[in-house]
């Protein structure tokens, strides 16, 4: 009893509500500051450009984005934004997409696929080199011997997996830096806090340093640090990755020495990307973000800048 | 008559109690055995080590010559041995069909042939005399088909040894008669029949032999022809004749005095379930409800409990009505209500006894005024003795106790809150008759306080002894009121039988 | 006598052990120091980090479950909890305010919990799953789904300050499981809520408030889940609305089972729940002290609830007693 | 007797009318939303859930509960990863191994269910915490399945017209409701484990198989949630650690709303199928709305379940009055 639908897929730019340009966005999640500024930005940029967002929100779950971007296709969308979880199980949906002539842009990490005309474009960080970056930094910074506690992210998470083989990779040529203990914190403030608070009495004084994945944990680890009349920043070295804005505002107040930026305001380069990709015009296949380092050196300038 | 199943020096302990103490016993081919005792003298327990239930912890079985040892009743059933056990233990979310063949189905390959599985359980209930929907959920029947099923179940296998526990405690006579003509012509066709009850009636029309046990002990077997009912007793309750005389006197109850009506049920009616009914409930009389089975006598009950709130008409509580719209309101009008069945509507099985009994009282009390510990403990020690029942104690879990000890508990429940009416539907399910005796002398104290009683029974001879007045229900609705002369077990089934 | 012995001695014997394969295998771990007016040391971040989260939680827990329910909604509550008293604070509101406000409303949802089971007639595991969907978004919704970090000394006091040397959060908890120990067993609710867990219909029939009950702990549960959510977003300072509380409610359930109170309703133990609670913390902290990589911790970590679990078992220590004493054939 | 028939499976009607008007409904607001693309995504997006909610069902009716079943199908995505591209497994082999291994996981999470009474809950609590951990050790990160066999199989399926195809993993949730169906109601199994939910003690005293009955249930959960795994392989051509996080509590609501009671005993295979298509349904209208930001969407999801339970019950009370 269903009534015979139109043929899905865009046709032409008519498509969507009123001949205005519709395109799905398919987040993983909202389940940290970072992926919410992500998604903040890619929603200003729509409503700046005036072009309608179906917006998904996955709750962390691969298969509620493929399906949200089955929906997508359904409804007829001229482009998808897609931030995918993990590397891998994309090439099916992505085929569906190539069928229904609908381009897809890949932010903030990409996918493997054989075929690399499935996508249009991957605006991404390089999670392995923001682990290369923090661990270079780290090492200069203890002159080559340290006690470091890493605090990683969810289990199995890309992010964590990535920062971590980048981080231990920069290891491998200090010898003297020795990591005691790597737990998860979960990319929490509260795990990373608790976590730092057990190792603490465990290490106690031999921790000199603290690598954590994301700012949150090290946020978390610096109160630890505190309760426990450690000076963080000072006679332990707390560097961590995404460049929040407090991550910022901690470093101004010297109680965290370094964060690698990994910027999530991809909104303006992902639309940049698909308009161009509309005009049929040819694009690079991968965009990377250039992710830059603020310590005390270049923060208190660059926290203005900070729109998150 | 050879001896089919033996049973050698059984025993069985629940932690350091021990629950039989050397059980030996013989059941022939082609007979039909009684198992007599006192509640909680072990009845129960040895049928359950007899089929697998409970490991002894030891004794030997033979059955047919073999020894067996069944570690589940599955493996008793295989063996050749069918049971009813005490309670319904049934499965209330099946159909009547699917319970009583379940297990036993006809297959077709690997698939079940649902039409000949409602055509055998038919036939099963047609031969107990029961007609009824059998792809009805046996949860929505009353407890005397439930029961009906049971028995039906044990009958559809073909057995070697048949055992069931108290299976007539929800029958009433006409069943009764039907299953009683079944079992005789089970054990001339050679089966071994091992059958429980507390009527002696039942006991002395059916049984060849009759066992007894006592506080797990074995007393003896005698030929039932040769053993007088008094002796009977006496064996059961460990004392002389002259001791079971007076047991059996006790069951003489004396009226209370009459102090004109307390509660009066006009029209009372729930739509397309029962009614209309009226009459009146005096204080220190007792008032009986008779029919067939599910003629609406606990439809009555659970509408004046507020269970199921009557859709019109009214009860009064000395000339004020009163709403009965839940089981609190009945309780604050005055009313208590002892249910028929005891493992869904009554028992807490992993509470205390001592719990089991203040429950009521506390309900009624609030939470907020808790009943001292002392209180608690003297109530229900009370009870305990005054009823005697059969517990190691006040905080021994209530899930432990015998089936009729469990019912003692539930009676003292409702006999502590002190009721103006006390709603009974088939409190005496179970008992043994020293305890009847106790009970209805309990209750002619309770009646001479001034409390009214609506007392329901399969029984109709117990009706007839107690009630002062007796509505007899035919259909779901009220067919006649007797009272005081007219009262007789004649005038009673002629009523019930009137077209 | 019985009931107080039965369900605290296994998994006080499991905690035992843990306890001392941690002080062969990390030494120092017993070590407890005089710091800064407070005591400082593993145990004690044992205890403090136990009652921020799987003790408070628990308490509300063994009342749900022993009324034959659950409550799923717990880790969500926690997030509205600490998003209210962290916008609350931001906004000027005092502290009383703040506590008070996110406790009410805790309670509140806790309440609704309460009102689809009992009342609606949901099944627990649905009705509160619904309210941990809603729940973490009203979290969210609140906060704008942007993590809220606060400075305001008299919240930030809860989970970081001290009493009598002792982390605020270890006697909050003791007193609060002290409190509801006496209000349950000093009334008769105690002993309502155990009756509704074993047999419902019977209980009703009783003539017990068997709705009010569950109204009551479920309604109980959303506070303790408020407590719990203000003791974490006082902790770091902050409340996170996405992340809080996620999958604690599992912590919560495994310790109110382990304590000695069963799924199935009925007999509860609150000293139990917090035994279990803290058997639970101390596995956490020594699978960081014992550097188990993560990817491996919820390995020894499932083995620890078997372990629990069959140590409860009635029916393994039947097993063993057959096994020990082997009766005649 | 037809009136009884029919209240008896009135839950079953109320839902499907519900899923009815909650599409008609959604069809009506959402241009596009009436196709068949979106029916057929609906099944092709919850086979993998589909079959694992079966297996959930299963589970219930007999009065238990399985929260291993996401990690399980996780662990088995990975499991057959690592077998076919690390050991170079034929891919039949290696996915019947998977399926053992989940059969044999459930069936032993069952014995201890059964033999040593520990509420089913915790076990399968503990099932979950070590499949995921047996997961992660096999691969921190998601595995790549490039091979033939999927090149050829994950796109097979029947041609529907206009570019649409009925592929494996729907045939395959299909097939197995199918089955599921008949072994429910027309099996000794399926009957048995209606008994067992209905009451445990009385099945036991009946004779019949309690314990088999349990750990077979257990085994068919478990192998259905590594059936649900490799559908997730073959629709997704990988394995991944943590895929299926919190998939056990939609599997459970499936069958629920589907009309299965959570206290056992009492439920139908084709609720459970309706079930997944009302949480798809439901998933769906909230990607067609598109405009939700997290914090709605949550409270969106919650009340939309609750309406739907809600108006469920509404429908089977007032039907049964009049
Ligand atoms: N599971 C158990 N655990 C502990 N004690 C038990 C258990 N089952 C029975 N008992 C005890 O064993 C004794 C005998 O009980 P049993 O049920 O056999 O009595 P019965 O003769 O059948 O009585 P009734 O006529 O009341 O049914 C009772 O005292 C009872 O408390
Ligand atoms: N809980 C219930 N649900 C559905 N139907 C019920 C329920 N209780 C009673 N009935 C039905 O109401 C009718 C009257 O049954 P009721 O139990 O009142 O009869 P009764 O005279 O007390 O019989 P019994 O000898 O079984 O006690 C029966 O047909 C029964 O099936
Ligand atoms: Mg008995
Ligand atoms: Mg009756």
């Not at chain 1, 990377?288 to 270049?298: P, Y």
């Not at chain 3, 906060?143 to 001290?162: D, I, R």
């Amino acid at each position: 009893s269903l009534a015979a639908c139109q043929p899905s897929g865009p046709s032409g730019g008519g498509a969507g509500s009123g001949g205005k340009r519709v395109v799905g966005f398919s987040q993983i999640g909202a389940d940290n500051p970072w992926r919410t500024a992500e998604t903040e930005s890619i929603k200003a940029e729509a409503a700046k450009r005036g072009i309608e967002l179906k917006f998904s929100d996955a709750q962390g779950q691969q298969e509620a984005q493929i399906s949200a971007m089955r929906s997508f296709i359904a409804q007829g969308v001229q482009g998808i934004i897609l931030a995918p979880k993990v590397e891998t199980g994309w090439e099916a949906i992505l085929k569906e997409a190539k069928d229904a002539k609908i381009p897809v842009v890949l932010v903030d990490r990409g996918v493997a696929v054989a075929d690399d005309s499935l996508y249009a474009t991957l605006i991404a960080s390089d999670f392995v080199a923001e682990g290369t970056m923090a661990g270079e930094w780290l090492a200069k910074k203890c002159g080559g011997k340290a006690g470091v506690i890493q605090l990683e992210g969810t289990t199995g998470s890309a992010p964590a997996n990535d920062r971590k083989k980048g981080f231990e990779a920069a290891m491998a040529s200090h010898p003297e830096i020795k990591v005691l203990a790597s737990q998860t914190g979960d990319f929490k403030r509260s795990d990373g806090k608790n976590v730092m608070e057990a190792l603490l009495k465990v290490h106690g004084a031999a921790i000199t340093a603290v690598y954590a994945h994301n700012d949150d944990m090290a946020i978390g680890a610096i109160q630890a640090l505190e309760a426990a009349g450690r000076r963080p920043g000072k006679d332990v070295v707390v560097v961590s990755i995404d460049g929040m804005g407090f991550a910022f505002d901690a470093i101004v107040e010297g109680k965290l020495n370094a964060t690698v930026e990994c910027n999530p305001l991809l909104g303006e380069m992902a639309f940049a990307a698909l308009e161009q990709v509309l005009k049929g015009e040819a694009l690079p296949k991968l965009l990377v973000q250039k992710d830059r380092l603020f310590d005390e050196s270049n923060a208190a300038a660059e926290r203005p800048n900070r729109k998150y | 008559m050879s001896g089919i199943l033996q049973l050698h020096g059984i025993e069985k302990r629940f932690g350091d109690f021990a629950a039989l103490r050397g059980v030996s016993l013989e059941l022939r081919a082609g007979e039909i055995h009684a198992l007599m005792g006192e509640n909680g003298a072990g009845k129960s327990t040895l049928i359950k080590v007899i089929t697998g239930v409970h490991a002894a912890t030891a004794g030997t079985m033979e059955l047919e010559g073999r020894a067996i040892r069944p570690g589940s009743p599955r493996e008793a059933e295989r063996a050749g041995i069918s049971t009813v056990y005490q309670e319904v233990n049934l499965l209330p979310n099946l159909s009547l069909a699917e319970n009583i063949t379940m297990g036993r189905q006809a297959m077709w390959g690997p698939f079940i042939r649902h039409g000949e599985g409602r055509r055998r359980a038919r036939a099963a209930l047609a031969r107990l005399g029961v007609e009824v929907d059998v792809a009805r959920p046996l949860g929505a029947c009353p407890v005397a088909v439930q029961q009906m099923a049971a028995i039906a179940r044990a009958l559809e296998q073909r057995a070697r040894v048949l055992i069931l526990d108290e299976p007539t405690s929800s029958l009433d006579a006409r069943e009764v008669a039907e299953l009683f003509g079944v079992l005789r012509r089970l054990r001339d066709e050679g089966m071994g029949i091992l059958f429980v009850s507390h009527f002696l009636d039942q006991i002395y029309a059916l049984s060849d032999r009759i066992t007894v046990l006592r506080d797990g002990g074995y007393v003896g077997t005698w030929e039932a022809a040769a053993l007088p009912r008094l002796e009977l007793v006496s064996h059961m309750i460990g004392k002389p004749v002259a001791a079971a005389e007076a047991c059996a006197a006790k069951e003489e109850a004396s009226a209370g005095p009459r102090r004109g009506a307390v509660v009066e049920v006009a029209e009372l009616e729930r739509k397309g379930v029962a009614g209309p009914f009226s009459f009146a409930l005096e204080a220190g009389g007792a008032t009986g409800l008779a029919g067939l089975l599910g003629s609406g006598r606990t439809e009555v009950a659970r509408m004046l409990f507020g269970i199921d709130p009557a859709t019109s008409g009214s009860v009064r509580v000395d000339g004020r009505v009163v709403s009965l719209t839940s089981p609190r309101a009945a309780m604050a009008a005055g009313f208590a209500f002892c249910s028929e069945d005891r493992k869904v509507e009554g028992i807490l099985p992993s509470l205390s006894v001592r719990e089991n009994i203040v429950l009521a009282l506390q309900a009624s009390r609030g939470a907020l005024r808790r009943l001292p510990r002392a209180e608690q403990e003297a109530l229900a020690d009370t009870f305990i003795k005054a009823l005697h029942i059969k517990t190691r104690g006040p905080e021994t879990p209530m899930g432990a106790l015998s089936g009729g000890n469990q019912q003692k508990c539930l009676l003292a429940r409702w006999m502590a809150v002190q009721p103006r009416l006390l709603i009974l539907d088939e409190p005496t399910r179970g008992i043994d008759i020293g305890a009847k005796g106790e009970i209805e002398a309990l209750c002619a104290e309770l009646r001479r306080g001034g409390l009214a009683i609506l007392f329901i029974s399969a029984e109709l001879e117990e009706v007839v002894r107690n009630c002062s007045r007796v509505v007899v229900l035919r259909d779901r609705q009220q067919a006649e009121v007797l009272e005081g002369g007219a009262i007789s077990l004649r005038q009673i089934m002629e009523t019930v039988a009137a077209a | 006598m019985n009931r107080f012995r039965t369900p605290l001695l296994w998994p006080l014997a499991a905690l035992v052990a843990l306890l001392v394969f941690n002080a062969l295998a990390s030494p120092g771990f017993f070590d407890v120091e005089w710091k800064d007016g407070r005591l400082y040391g593993t145990v004690v971040d044992i205890c403090n980090q136990g009652a921020r989260v799987p003790m408070l939680l628990a308490l509300g827990m063994t009342l749900v479950i022993a009324t034959g329910g659950v409550d799923l909604s717990v880790g969500s509550l926690m997030a509205v909890s600490g998003a209210v008293a962290a916008v609350q604070v931001n906004a000027g509101a005092s502290l009383g305010q703040a506590v008070g406000l996110a406790l009410l409303l805790c309670s509140g949802l806790g309440l609704v919990n309460g009102v689809l089971i009992a009342k609606v007639r949901l099944q627990p595991i649905i009705a509160t799953l619904v309210m941990m969907v809603a729940g973490r978004g009203l979290a969210m919704l609140l906060t704008g789904s942007q993590m809220v970090p606060f400075k305001h000394e008299g919240l930030t006091f809860l989970a970081n300050g001290a009493v009598g040397g002792l982390p605020v959060p270890i006697p909050l908890v003791l007193g609060v499981a002290l409190l509801a120990g006496v209000a349950l067993r000093g009334s008769a609710w105690g002993l309502f809520i155990e009756a509704t867990g074993d047999n419902e219909t019977a209980s009703r029939l009783a003539g017990l408030p068997t709705g009010g009950v569950r109204l009551l702990v479920y309604a109980f549960s959303g506070l303790c889940a408020g407590m719990s959510g203000l003791l974490e977003a006082s902790n770091i300072a902050a409340a996170d609305p996405a992340r809080m509380g996620d999958t604690r409610e599992l912590d919560a359930i495994f310790a109110v089972v382990a304590g000695g109170t069963a799924l199935t309703g009925g007999r509860f133990s609150l000293a139990g729940s917090l035994v279990g609670a803290l058997l639970l913390q101390t596995l956490t902290l020594t699978l960081y002290n014992q550097n188990v990589p993560p990817a491996v911790a919820p390995v020894p970590k499932a083995l620890v609830i078997l372990v629990v679990c069959l140590l409860h078992s009635p029916k393994l220590r039947e097993q063993w007693g057959r096994w020990r004493s082997p009766s005649p054939a | 007797m037809n009136r009884l028939f029919s209240s008896r499976l009135l839950p079953l009607l109320a839902t499907a009318l519900v899923l009815l008007v909650l599409f008609g409904a959604a069809g009506a607001h959402y241009e596009h939303f009436f196709s068949a693309r979106v029916v057929l995504n609906l099944f092709k997006d919850r086979a993998f859930l589909g079959v694992i909610a079966i297996g959930m069902t299963f589970v219930i009716l007999s009065g238990g509960i399985d929260l291993s079943v996401g990690s399980v199908m996780a662990c088995s995505t990975v499991l057959l990863a690592s077998l076919i591209m690390e050991r170079g497994w034929p891919v039949p082999l290696a996915m019947a191994a998977t399926l053992v291994l989940g059969a044999a996981f459930g069936g032993a999470q069952g014995w201890i269910i059964h033999r040593y009474g520990i509420p089913a809950f915790l076990v399968t609590l503990a099932g979950m915490f070590l499949a995921r951990g047996t997961a992660f050790i096999l691969s921190s990160r998601s595995l790549e399945i490039r091979h033939a066999f999927y090149a050829k199989n994950s796109a097979w399926g029947l041609p529907l017209g206009e570019g649409l195809t009925f592929t494996l993993g729907p045939m395959v949730f299909v097939s197995v409701l199918a089955v599921a169906m008949v072994v429910a109601h027309g099996t000794r199994f399926g009957r048995n484990v209606y008994a067992i939910g209905g009451s445990e003690s009385s099945a036991a005293l009946m004779g019949l198989p309690v314990g088999g009955t349990r750990i077979a249930v257990y085994a068919l959960c478990g192998g259905g949630a590594a059936l649900g795994g490799i559908l997730s392989t073959l629709a997704l051509g990988s394995g991944d650690p943590t895929r299926g996080m919190g998939l056990e509590l939609d599997a459970i609501a499936a069958a629920v709303i589907g009309g299965t009671v959570l206290t056992g005993g009492r439920g139908w295979m084709v609720g459970t199928f309706l079930g997944v298509l009302i949480l798809g349904t439901i998933k769906t209208i909230l990607d067609f709305e598109g405009s939700l930001d997290p914090a709605w969407l949550r409270l969106a999801s919650g009340g939309l379940l609750l309406g739907f339970i809600l108006m469920q019950k509404v429908i089977a009370i007032r039907s049964r009055e009049t």
